[in-house]
């Protein structure tokens, strides 16, 4: 069974399943729990749930601590871009440990962020950051795309021995969606093809598959099957089944909110050039612009990208394809 | 002796006990004895040692001290100059110095080495190299003592240095506002890395001591003579069992000076890499002041102090000095046999 769900809902339910099975979940951030009328606060009790100071060093270092000596917490960050002020901790704290000590210790800790949010934040509040994490190794990555990846991603990611970092993209928390009852648990490093076809594969990203998923559907009217791929989590990558669609339909379509050359579909495109020798026969990347993120909307929408700019650039690789052919 | 039952005898006797004292001084000859044996390779084996290492010499009476406090289940969490403190917790020095050469049989199975030794079945869960940012680590070990093991505490290692990072101001606060069970030890070793602290601190520029930090948390803060581990058990172990009955963080700030230079000269291979002099003759060009804490040697100074007192005789204190030089160079030769590991071993521990 399932039923229809809010995509921030969804998170906040597999957190709390998850904090209702296994007694060593913790959760805590900035501006939550902050009354003792807040449910998780009612639920869980103000040991488990707890409010920090704006402390990012201290969140994430406290959260990597307490993971290594036998807890499972999830550090509420918000926004991604706050990870910033302590990325030593994200990316030279805690994927390390396990490393340095001869896998001596782990770090289940969650990290848990939005991102992305192209609704008038400009230039601080709205970027995409995950192509800095997702090579890093001892790290993994994870980036839902519809509500019940992003309640069994959630999942997968508490119960995960590693250290996790979590981004939901902004722009998809009221989008609805249908989720599975009961434990739903999607294994990190699994790619989902959310549409089938034959003609272009198109790998999208977080918010990105929800605009492919709407181009592709234009492309259908045109005659245009396309296969959209959606990695869910970049780190470990599903290289596989992104390489086995784009052998399949020979041409593909990159999309991502990042910056092109810190986007994930740059370090992507690399992979799909060295292992599609021979069955290749055009690759487009759509990414945002060489901007920061702008304010005002018609900038905004400019730089980021959208529909039409996913079903050009489908277009001109079929077209490349006839050209070749 | 063992750890047990030193602990043991304290409970049945004073806590000034010659037993115990004979504990501590054995503790502190074995630190200062492996670090003497670190600083030699770098001229008896040249590139057995790789990289950076960081010598806890004249740290011996703080870290003793303090752990001198510790019960059986309490986490150590130090920085990266980590040598001392599993030595204390038994750790068995052949995987110590295996792992300061980067041999197989090391204590992290090479994948460390000196910054980053690990031995969490000894509650010692690991060291972060990056000045500071263990603070917060040590802070979440606190955590995860108050939610899940009720009674044990963490003792957080670090230097003056580090209490200018922001880790060490959003940790205090937390572990203030949290509650936590933790003693924040602040080693005042007086240089952070090269520079002497009266340059980069501002208590210090005020002409206050370090631990004054503490008010800015509404924590109790002391400071100690770091060189004499039994005014640091004492101070330590008020705060210790402050955060054992449930009343939050500490900060204790041991002063003493740090008898080797900061770490080894940085070089680039193939040149030889040894410990320079200490930055307060390499940089400062005052012997005096080297020459003067020198003389106050903590391992000198209480061995002298246990003879005077008689709770060590001569012969027992050569009887300890040659036992420990006798480990650590069993744990040199240990370490040279051992072998290098296999290059593709590279691959392993990166996830869980």
Redesign the interface.
Known sequence: MAKEMIYGDAIALAIIEEMQRDPSVIFYGQNMAMTERDPMLKKFGKERVRIAPISETAEIGIGIGAAMTGLRPIVELWMSEFMLVAFDQVINEAPRFRYMSGGQVSVPVVLKAGYGFCAGWAGQHSNCIYHTMMGIPGLKVVVPSTPADAKGLMAAAIRDDNPVVYLHPYMLTLDKGEVPDGEYVVPLGVADVKRAGTDVTIVAIGWMVKKAMAAAERLAAENISAEVVDPRTLTPLDVTTIINSVKKTGRVVLVDQAPRHSSAAAVIAGEIAEQTSGFLRALRMVTALDTPIPYSEPLENYVVPNEDKIVEAVKSVVAHEAVAA | MTRKTARKSSARRAPTGSEEMQWMYTQMVRIREFEEAVKSTFIEHPGVIRGHSHLGDGAEASIVGALSTRRETD?V?PSYRCHGYPIVLGTPLRKMMAEVFGRRD???????GSM?L????RYF??T?G?IG?G???????????????RGQIVYCFFGDGASKQ??FF??L??AA??NLPIVYVLENNQYQAYTHFSLEDANAVAGDPLSKKAQAFSIPGATVDGTDPVAVKKVVGKAAERARAGKGPSLVETKFYRLSAHGNVITVPPLPTQFPEHEAVAVYGNRKEFELWKSRDPVKRFRARLLKDRALTESSAKRIEAAARAEVEDAVQFALASPLPTPEEAL?????
């Open positions: 986490l969490m090391g204590l992290c199975r090479g994948f460390g980053h690990a031995d969490p079945s869960p690991g972060s990056i940012q603070i917060a680590h040590a802070t979440g070990a606190a955590l995860t003592a108050q939610i899940k093991h922001g880790a959003e940790s606060n937390m506002v949290w392993h521990y990166v996830y869980a």
